[in-house]
């Protein structure tokens, strides 16, 4: 009598208080049939419980080492369910109904014993269960396109209405999109999927995930008779896309990144652009290449691009300098050990070049083969990551022209080297002629340094790329 | 075996102009299919693509592989317990971890491997192993060769030549293990050596083992002639013609989803992802200056991230908001080198620029890289 009123009155909550001090025994029938009505738009479901099939080779008990699910999921014949192992064999356990997952009688490293329960799943009575024994006969492997459709990674057989709605129209469940749990195709997926192929209007279909028996199978069949009488009329609802947000923590290296591209926000930044003409220095590099393969090295335009900046850093040292927090004091950095933003897995890291003011060309070559490598491998050390005083990011090798780099702190300046195009420019005499042109960004901290500064540290660094062979005068 | 490779290429391009179910149908219970590729990451894909796809009911399948050198751990294996994960690195060997159960292996070329797929029914380890008993004793009579109750083969009965593993589905199962004919076993002693402390988890511990190389026994012997060798019992024993077929792991016409599969088997929440939960309690000294420093960790990594971190320092020895921007940061990091060195670096770029502080940071982040 008093479940009765349960399901016709809305506010349950206060029932519940209500009854549950003064009668006993019944009230804790009352309340398990009031979990059961908040937790499934279905009414009361049998609990089964689906104990663990045999292994083979007389394997007795085995280790749960993983689940797949937890308590409140719902799941479908042949879902995942859990990993047991036993004796360097893993075994994947799959559900046998069709349910929601009641309890897991086991946690993970507990011993599981074979014919004992694993789990309880609570079944749609009306769905009835499938056969005790493993299906022997799989579906042969033509027509699984329109029977499995891939859930997690697992090849998952789809519920008995979708199969036969796909087979009967010959749709590939590959090609339909899942509205239901984990991108589970529903009956309704299907149906939208066939009404936008014939134009026929669909009824409205319930929003619940566990879909009571419809009246509604009845309209597919009548759908092709209706077609030749009726005008098709676009489907009035907007087209369904299942795609979810996903929502990731920040953790480790990109946490660090946060911080620290805050902190360089708060660095009042100008920017200054150039363009250089580097069809000599292409020209150069030509004739240098070979004579470097032959020591084993490598050959970029950066170690250029790196020894410029640092003879141009010996007239402005301010450039490789670093401002304190309070911006009381400017240390100016002896060593010019130049950045290099290389994109690995992690994304972009900046290990340095130590030293440039003593090194060659060629060192500077060496060295960054030896990054480049440990970069791509993972194997960058802490000692070539920190201690930085000026960047280099050399972003035209992914592409682009013209960038607005942020200063990486310590540090005071950064440049951004866009790709290498050939462009008609005139020469000297006005005649027009092939130009490699690469542009060049940079920005710089506007509390110590100036536009003029910046400006003729920029032409001084483009006098050497444009007439390389300048370097050589001031080359120590 | 060289005219037999030569009439499978043959074969194989008469094949692959044909529809791909004709490749998997052939007459006889059984087919035997090699595959080209060293790549371990291919190959496991192979093993996952046919227990995925292949209806196993009619036919059964072995397959043979080799891999290049790589250190395979069993599905629930923890990969800092069982290897030495710094020499993987510096050496370039690969690492990966399999769908199977069972312990950690080293594979390279001197090694083969063999994959038994039957449906799950018919799921039996050690038919398959005296199946390879039986070949190698026709092969060579003298061999003193036998199948454990473990499911290893030893040789003289005393050195390990194969280990086990299996993996079961819901109709179908295999059961795969190797074969060591002619591998380095200087390498493979020295990589399946843990060097981390400390480490208390429940994941499937290996178990070692002396291991000897058939090689070693009769010099005669080849990895191509063991293959040919097992290849020739199961055609016997599955009543099919002696024939290898071989196989493309990057062919995505002949498998599809292969390349996904293989993806996914390099991706690092795979490798080091499934470590089941497992905690690090180990100690560190520091020389700095004229004192040594006692450092005391306490990590807990599950999923192969930190998600709690203790590190017990001498208070004031890096300053304070210092070091709990260090414990913040590792915490929810991944619990690698790698983006460990990358996580600190970036750290120290907000902090007060001085000599002493970089040092003492540097000395720190070392030592707690080296765990990892």
Request: charged share 20%; net charge positive.
């Amino acid at each position: 009598v008093y479940i009765h009123r349960v399901r016709s009155c809305s506010s349950i909550r206060f029932i519940k208080s209500k009854y549950v001090c003064v009668f006993d025994k019944s009230a804790l029938k009352f309340s398990h049939q009031q979990r059961l009505f908040r937790t499934s738009p279905v009414s009361c479901g049998q609990i089964v419980q689906f104990k663990l099939s045999d292994i083979g080779e007389g394997i007795t008990e085995v280790t749960v080492k993983e689940w797949y699910i937890k308590e409140g999921d719902s799941v479908s014949q042949f879902d995942s369910i859990c990993e047991v192992q036993s004796d360097k064999a893993s075994v994947t356990i799959t559900s046998r109904y069709d349910g929601i997952i009641r309890k897991l009688h086991y946690s993970i490293d507990d011993i599981a014993f074979v014919g004992k329960p694993l789990v309880d799943i609570e079944i749609d009575a009306s769905k009835g269960v499938a056969p005790e024994e493993d299906v022997v006969e799989t579906p042969p492997m033509s027509h699984e396109e329109h029977t499995h459709q891939e859930i997690k990674g697992h090849k998952t057989l789809a519920t008995p209405a979708v199969r036969r709605l796909a087979m009967e129209n010959n749709i590939k469940l590959s090609e339909i999109v899942g509205t239901g749990k984990d991108n589970r195709i529903l009956k309704e997926d299907i149906l939208n999927y066939l009404a936008k192929q014939t134009g026929a209007i669909l009824p409205p279909s319930p929003k619940a995930e566990i879909v009571p028996p419809l009246r509604k199978t009845e309209a597919v069949p009548a759908a092709p008779k209706d077609k030749a009488r009726r005008i098709p009329v676009p489907v009035s609802r907007p087209i369904a896309f299942s795609g979810k947000d996903k929502t990731e923590p920040v953790t480790g290296f990109q946490k660090a990144m946060v911080k620290t591209m805050s902190a360089a926000l708060k660095i009042p930044h100008f920017g200054y652009s150039d363009e250089i003409d580097l069809t000599q220095l292409v020209q150069l590099r030509e004739e240098l290449k070979p004579l470097a393969e032959l020591r084993g090295v490598k050959l970029s335009f950066m170690p250029f691009f790196i020894k410029a900046a640092s003879l141009g850093l010996l007239q402005y040292p301010i450039l490789n300098a670093s401002l304190d927090e309070n911006c009381q004091n400017v240390t100016y950095k002896a060593s010019h050990n130049i950045g290099v933003a290389m994109d690995t897995e992690q994304g972009l890291i900046v290990p340095n070049v130590k030293n440039v003011q003593v090194c060659s060309v060629f060192d500077i070559a060496v060295e960054l083969n030896r990054l480049q490598s440990l970069g791509s491998a993972g194997q960058l050390g802490t000692s070539d990551l920190t201690g930085g005083t000026f960047t280099l990011s050399n972003i035209g090798t992914i592409g682009g022209t013209y960038a607005k780099p942020v200063i990486l702190p310590p540090e005071v300046a950064i440049g951004a080297l866009g790709k290498i195009q050939v462009l008609p420019r005139f020469n000297g005499k006005g005649e027009v002629f092939k130009a490699q042109i690469m542009n060049v960004s940079w920005s710089a901290d506007h509390r110590i340094i100036d536009g003029a500064t910046m400006a003729r540290f920029s032409n001084l660094w483009k006098s050497y790329l444009e007439n390389p062979a300048s370097m050589l005068l001031d080359l120590k | 075996m060289v005219l037999q490779s030569f009439k499978n290429c043959l074969w194989l391009s008469c094949v692959l102009r044909t529809p791909k179910a004709c490749f998997w149908s052939t007459a006889g219970g059984g087919l035997i299919i090699q595959s080209v590729s060293s790549d371990v990451y291919q190959n496991l894909a192979v093993e996952d693509w046919i227990h995925d796809h292949m209806d196993l009911e009619k036919q059964q399948i072995l397959f043979l592989w080799r891999n290049s050198p790589a250190v395979v751990i069993g599905r629930h294996q923890n990969p800092w317990q069982e290897c030495n994960l710094r020499l993987l690195r510096q050496k370039n060997i690969k690492l990966a971890r399999r769908r199977s159960g069972g312990g950690t292996v080293y594979h390279d070329l001197g090694n083969i491997n063999l994959t038994f797929f039957t449906t799950r029914k018919k799921y039996e380890r050690m038919g398959n192993l005296k199946l390879i008993v039986k070949a190698l004793k026709a092969l060579r009579p003298q061999l003193d060769v036998h199948v454990t109750d473990r499911y290893d083969i030893l040789l003289d009965r005393q050195y390990k030549i194969s280990g086990t593993a299996a993996k079961l589905g819901r109709t179908s199962a295999y059961h795969h293990c190797t074969l060591l004919c002619n591998a380095d076993k200087s390498v493979l002693s020295s990589v399946l050596k843990s060097p981390y402390k400390g480490l208390k988890s429940n994941a499937t511990p290996s178990v070692p083992a002396s291991v000897k190389n058939l090689f070693e026994e009769d010099a005669s012997l080849t990895s191509e002639m063991l293959l040919d060798a097992i290849a020739k019992e199961y055609a016997v024993q599955h009543q099919i013609d002696h024939h290898i077929t071989l196989i493309n792991p990057a062919d995505e016409t002949l498998l599809p989803g292969i390349t996904n599969k293989t993806k996914e088997l390099q991706t690092w929440e795979w490798v080091y992802g499934k470590t089941p939960k497992f905690s690090v309690s180990t100690c560190f000294n520091m020389a700095y200056k004229d004192s040594v420093l006692h450092v005391k960790v306490n990590m807990d990594v599950k999923h192969g991230r930190i998600e709690v971190c203790n590190i017990d320092l001498p208070e004031q020895w890096l300053p304070p908001g210092l070091y709990s921007e260090l414990v913040k940061g590792l915490t929810g990091s991944k619990f690698c080198p790698n983006e460990t060195t990358a996580l600190v670096t970036t750290l120290l770029r907000v902090y007060p620029q001085d000599d002493e502080l970089h040092s003492r940071w540097s000395l720190l982040c070392e030592n707690m890289i080296r765990l990892m």
